[in-house]
């Protein structure tokens, strides 16, 4: 089966550092890969996706890589600022109308 | 941007009884809306995918007689968990994607907090 792997479930990163979360996916390349946010009680909320055939995407302060080789997905916060405090998910997809297989996230702290 | 209402964002019901949480894109058409539960420290889990329609798609393991999915239009799908049990206490939330939209991922619910008695 397909697994997303986030391997810190918690990261700790003083304000104004860059925060640098990391995604590894099990056997064949997802089309899509997605990153999340998700704050206690609430739903997530769409940040970055990125395709196979892209190396980098960016947004504001946010950067998502995708490496097929690695198979691995690291997402950046630059700046980082205390609001950036979130469970952070990292989701594949195959594309078309099918559902998400998530990571269990990483919960990013940061401290002013 | 789509916007995806969820309700009730919370509900305390007793063990046995049903109850029934509504998903409803507000400014787009979804021809697919997805449900998902979240145990604490947990990934979402996909239980079902519900096409307009026509029937639900569940996940293995998930009971298709005890979540019940209703998708009757481009707008609107329910999630009814019916003789509901403490072990169903969970957070639900819904998803939708309308067509087009691949560069924009997923919209999802605020969440339902269901906690069985």
């Known amino acids: 089966s397909q697994k997303i792997e986030q391997n810190s479930e918690a990261l700790n990163i003083q304000e104004g550092k860059t925060a640098t979360l990391t995604c590894n996916y099990t056997?064949?390349?997802?089309?899509?890969l997605q990153w999340y946010r998700q704050d206690p009680g609430r739903g997530p909320v769409f940040l970055l996706l990125?395709?196979?055939?892209?190396k980098e995407k960016r947004k504001e302060r946010l950067k998502v890589t995708f490496d097929t080789t690695l198979k691995q997905s690291l997402f950046h916060i630059t700046a980082s600022q205390p609001a950036d405090s979130a469970t952070y998910l990292c989701?594949?997809?195959?594309?078309?109308?099918?559902?998400?297989?998530f990571g269990k996230g990483t919960h990013l702290i940061i401290q002013p | 941007g789509a916007v995806v209402s969820q309700h009730p964002s919370w509900v305390i019901c007793k063990s046995g009884t049903s109850v029934k949480i509504e998903c409803r894109s507000l400014?787009?058409?979804?021809?697919?809306m997805f449900w998902y539960r979240q145990f604490p420290k947990q990934s979402l889990m996909l239980m079902a995918t519900?096409?307009?329609?026509?029937?639900?798609?569940?996940e293995q393991g998930v009971e298709k007689d005890k979540f019940l999915i209703n998708h009757a239009s481009l707008t609107l799908s329910t999630l009814t968990v019916t003789s509901a049990h403490p072990e169903d206490s969970s957070f639900y939330i819904c998803?939708?994607?309308?067509?087009?939209?691949?560069?924009?991922?997923?919209?999802f619910g605020s969440g339902t907090r269901l906690t069985v008695v």
């Open positions: 989701v594949r997809s195959g594309g078309g109308a099918d559902g998400l297989t």
């Open positions: 056997n064949y390349s997802p089309a899509y």
């Open positions: 998803s939708a994607r309308g067509w087009g939209d691949s560069d924009y991922g997923y919209t």
């Open positions: 519900s096409n307009e329609g026509s029937k639900a798609t569940y």
């Open positions: 990125i395709r196979e055939n892209e």
């Open positions: 400014d787009f058409q979804a021809t697919t």
